[in-house]
């Protein structure tokens, strides 16, 4: 299968390329955060806005995971998160004379770009089977048309419902409520493409799939691995906390085939040294890892620590911890021992010195903590790197002490939340024991489908409906053609969204779009002013209150849509009507039938961190221990010319939002179809910087998958490795390419051929 030509702004004609920064925020992100802010919002609603995010009584700023300090400074929020809200609060609006001008073949053919820069999405919009326009609907007639639908197919496990992380737990609740009563465990979301692997590894190992760690501990960390993640662009709040933890003492290094702006040199905008000074130098070595090099090198660390122990028995292992807490240790060491450091250097790209010097920083520190993302989360054996990252953490009795752990730094702001509400394919059998009970019904037991799953389903004709809480499914997942086949297959697809994006102009035989309030939104219904709850990276649950007066006035909020399809699947299943009045009703059901929720209501107030059995050293796992596992090491040979290719975002995207075109601490501008490659491959493949090629990926299944036209920017990052932005190059990601045992896709090592370009 060909691909299709690119869309939109494809032509790039305009770009310019400067070298990489080596330092992150200092002025120009102010600038940046007020510039974005007052083009779209004007500034008087900037100004109400921007002053609103993250405070105790405003809204959660849609931007990351990252946690807010306790003691909230007046600016809570860094030039992405002003992006974020930007993006939601625009002044832009996408009525029904926009839709009688676009016909959907029409949109298809715009950029994400241009999509996203249209607007707020204003009232619910009906494209009927055969026709190439959406046309307004009410309310009323969208919901029946959905039951309708949905109460026609042939079981409930022909229709799926995704969820994208920036939904409420409320909101999440009562849509995975709405799935189970409807019949189906049919429940994919944007975890399944992020972090997945996390909850798998640290579920096995740890007994729960989420950090371990406050921000208190990694302010007081004695040594931070950063691995596999870009703060500066993804979480700059968390660069702010790595400052303070240099302040106290720590070590930072980082792990990564690109050298990223933000750990190099950091100008922390909310103070005058780091406005107007040289800002904090924050990482002390820099490891530049091959992709897909981590389990190699993990174990290579695992291996020197025991070598060290060897030689100096007794000082370098935690003996008590491993004896009292874990099992499997005496498997993983016999194993490591065999390790080859062949393999190792080959896998990892790096010198057997750098990893001594990562031993001797080890050793150097009693407090670990390891950070990481998707750099980590997307490979084939990602679940085994991970499990290696714990490894070497138990090893040193890391972990559920102050200022040790695990920290997976989750992407969208609630998507830690969601999975807590039990947004999930696989969900615990006493998860659904306490629903059932609490609703009185039968939840089906059969595991759901993930989000590569119900590509395959749709394709075979098995999902026909499709409904989204958010998100933008269309873009976001691998193998865009193949995904988009797919979707056409639906009879119906339903997308609740705040503004316009792929996934609402590609779609099934029917669609349609259910406009819904945004975080920074007013939420009042007749019991007044509701407030909705997230929890964030490090399992914080708290507030969000939106202030500003919503888009339109025929918007609702996600929990009154769901409790209003609710209400058409399953009228006596559930207090629909309360619950979508008053969210304390929603939140009283979940103190009922999730464990920590208990006093929801009295407690949200001041915000609560819910129960982290490995901080307090207790192990729900199968043995009760914390377990050391044995990984197998594959490494990752490359055919002859080839290159791995890793798909990321730039400074300016917000998965598949695109703020603009540039990533300036890439030094691109005006841009987005760029290949980033070392000198040395460039050279050794008789390539140059500024010329264009296509990128073949390759893949055993007779499929040619390309992506077109691409400027090659000869840039500092790993040998063998090269980079360019999702979702450009999701075309690229076969459907069949996924981590084992998480089912991630493996966005993070393509096997890519390139061709000059036509
Ligand atoms: N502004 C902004 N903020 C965001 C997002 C956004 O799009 N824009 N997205 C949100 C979401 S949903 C998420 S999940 C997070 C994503 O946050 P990140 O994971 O930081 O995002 P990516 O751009 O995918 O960057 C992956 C990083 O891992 C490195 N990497 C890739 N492969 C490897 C590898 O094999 N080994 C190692 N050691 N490093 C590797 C890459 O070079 C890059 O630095 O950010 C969240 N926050
Ligand atoms: N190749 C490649 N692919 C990737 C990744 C990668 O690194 N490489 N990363 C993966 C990751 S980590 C993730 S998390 C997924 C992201 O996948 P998604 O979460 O599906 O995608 P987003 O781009 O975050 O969704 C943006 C849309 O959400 C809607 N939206 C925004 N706010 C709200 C709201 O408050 N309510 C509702 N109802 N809708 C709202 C808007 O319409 C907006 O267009 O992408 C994955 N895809
Ligand atoms: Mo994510």
């Given amino acids: 299968m060909a ?37 779209q919002m004007g500034i008087r609603r900037t100004a109400l806005t921007l002053l609103k995010v993250n405070q105790a009584d405003g809204f959660d700023c849609p931007g990351c995971a990252w946690p807010e300090h306790k003691k909230r400074k007046h600016a809570e929020f860094c030039e992405n998160g002003a992006k974020a809200v930007a993006e939601e609060a625009t002044l832009r609006r996408v009525d029904r004379a926009f839709f009688a001008a676009h016909s959907v073949h029409d949109l298809d053919s715009k950029s994400e770009h241009w999509l996203g820069q249209q607007g707020r999405l204003t009232e619910p919009m009906y494209k009927p089977a055969g026709s190439d326009h959406y046309q307004p609907i009410s309310w009323d007639d969208a919901l029946d048309l959905v039951a309708a639908e949905l109460k026609a197919l042939p079981s409930p496990d022909a229709a799926a419902f995704y969820t994208s992380g ?9 849509y995975q409520l709405v799935a189970r009563l409807f019949g189906t465990n049919n429940l994919p979301d944007c975890s399944n493409m992020c972090h997945e692997s996390s909850g798998v590894a640290l579920g096995e190992t740890l007994g729960i799939g989420k950090g371990t760690v406050s921000l208190d501990d990694v302010e007081n960390a004695d040594l931070i691995l950063v691995v596999g993640q870009n703060p500066g662009t993804n979480h700059p709040r968390m660069l702010t906390t790595l400052e303070n933890a240099k302040g106290n003492g720590a070590t930072i290094v980082a792990v990564n085939p690109l050298p990223e702006a933000g750990l190099r040199r950091f100008k922390n905008p909310q103070t005058i040294r780091g406005v107007v000074g040289h800002g904090t130098a924050l990482e002390d070595l820099f490891l530049q890892i091959r992709l897909n090099g981590d389990l190699a090198l993990f174990q290579a660390l695992g291996l020197l620590l025991l070598e060290a122990e060897d030689a100096a028995p007794g000082t370098v292992l935690d003996q008590p911890f491993i004896a009292e807490h874990t099992s499997g240790f005496e498997a993983h060491s016999a194993h490591l021992r065999q390790l080859s450091w062949d393999d190792v250097l080959a896998s990892t790209g790096l010198t057997r010195e750098e990893v001594e010097q990562l031993r001797d920083l080890v050793l150097a520190s009693r407090n670990v903590i ?47 939340g969601d999975r807590t509400m039990g947004i999930w394919e696989k969900p615990p059998a006493a998860f659904l024991d306490a629903l059932g009970t609490e609703f ?39 193998d865009t053609n193949a995904t988009h086949d797919a979707l056409r297959r639906c009879r119906l697809t339903v997308q609740m969204s705040t503004k316009l994006n792929r996934s609402h102009v590609v779609t099934g035989a029917a669609a349609l779009i259910l406009p819904v309030l945004g975080r920074t939104e007013r939420d009042r219904t007749s019991a007044g002013d509701q407030v909705v709850s997230v929890e964030d990276s490090m399992s914080s649950v708290h507030t969000s209150r939106g202030t500003l007066p919503p888009a339109s006035e025929h918007l609702r909020s996600e929990v009154s849509v769901l409790c209003g399809l609710g209400h058409r699947l399953a009228p006596g299943g559930a207090d629909w009507t309360a619950m979508a009045t008053d969210y304390a009703v929603v939140r009283g059901h979940v103190s009922r039938v999730i464990p920590g929720f208990e006093d929801f209501e009295e407690r ?32 990752m040979r490359l055919p002859p010319g080839r290159l791995i290719l890793q798909t990321i975002r730039s400074h300016d995207q917000y998965n598949t939002t695109m703020y603009g075109r ?11 179809r760029v290949l980033f490659v070392s000198p040395a491959d460039l050279a050794s493949r008789g390539l140059e910087d500024g010329q264009h090629v296509d990128i073949v990926s390759e893949w055993p ?8 036209r691409f400027r090659l920017v000869s840039y500092p990052t790993a040998v063998d490795c090269c980079a360019a932005y999702f979702p450009e190059t999701n075309v690229l990601v076969p459907l069949d390419s996924t981590a084992d045992r998480s089912g991630t896709p493996t966005s993070k090592s393509v096997i890519v051929r390139l061709e000059p370009a036509a």
């Fill in 3 to 39: 691909s299709k030509a690119p869309r939109g702004d494809r032509d790039d004609a305009g770009m310019r390329v400067s070298p990489p920064k080596d330092h992150a925020a200092g002025l120009p992100a102010v600038v940046v955060s007020m510039r974005d802010g007052l083009q």
């Fill in 166 to 174: 920036r939904t409420s737990n409320e909101a999440a609740f009562v």
């Fill in 370 to 416: 390891v950070c990481w993302a998707m750099g980590l989360t997307q490979h084939k054996n990602a679940v085994e790197t991970i499990r290696e990252v714990v490894n070497v953490l138990l090893l040193r009795g890391s972990i559920g002490r102050p200022g040790a752990g695990v920290c997976p730094v989750r992407g969208h702001s609630n998507v830690q």
């Fill in 440 to 478: 009185g019904f039968v939840p089906p037991r059969k595991n759901g489908h993930d989000v590569v799953d119900t590509i395959r389903a749709m394709r075979d004709g098995q999902v026909q409906v499709f409904m989204a809480c958010g998100g933008n499914f269309a873009a976001a997942t691998p």
């Fill in 604 to 635: 949200l107030t001041d915000g609560f961190v819910l129960p982290l059995p490995p901080r307090e050293r207790e192990w729900h796992t199968a043995t009760g221990k914390a377990q050391f596992t044995v990984n197998t090491l594959e490494v």
């Fill in 662 to 672: 540039d990533d300036r601490y890439r030094g691109i501008k005006d841009g987005r």
């Fill in 701 to 708: 299944d007779g499929v040619e998958r390309r992506a077109a």
